[in-house]
């Protein structure tokens, strides 16, 4: 004679998470598009409000301050990245697999500028994420370290830590994406050679 209450119950606790999540994420998407195009000052918790159409108490409910708003864009955008690689079909060979890996890590990093400013270029100036957000954003980025393993274990890449090679590779994708949203360089030319690089730098002797 429960079930059904407790069914009706759990309906509407699932409809009311969903709400909140979808609120969630129509404020980030607001505050980052903000970031973008008027810059850091204008994450204001008023003018956020404004133009999601809801009220400040709302997004101090959420976020907490205006440092917790930072801290949820840093995270969701690393999260945006986590689902782009995500997305990349699984190929048999993990090789193959590593190099697909880098057009969708750059594809990520282009097609979300707000988010990448914030991530990797200061946007928002004193923000400092925690601890906390930059262990749980380098996980995000965990399948490049999955791969780098399963390529250890077939021989392609030379046994070592494959955090170890994930950085390396990570740090020459920056490097290029970074030159790239300058304008100093004006395709993914580079930034295919320097992954590449990197790759082979760790390649076993028969795999050169």
Known sequence: MTSAPLGLQG?????????????????LDVAVNLLRTDGPESLTMRRIAAEAGCTTTVIYTMFGNREGLAEALYLEGFERFRRFLEAVPQRRDPLEQLHALGPAYRQACLSEPGYYSLMFERAIPGFEPSERARTLARAALNILDRVIADCISAGYLIPTQPRKIADALWAAAQGAISLERAGHLRDGRTYEAVTTAVICCYLVEKQK
């Open 11 to 27: 309906a509407y606790l699932m409809g009311e998470r969903a709400g909140h999540d979808e609120l969630r994420s129509r404020l």
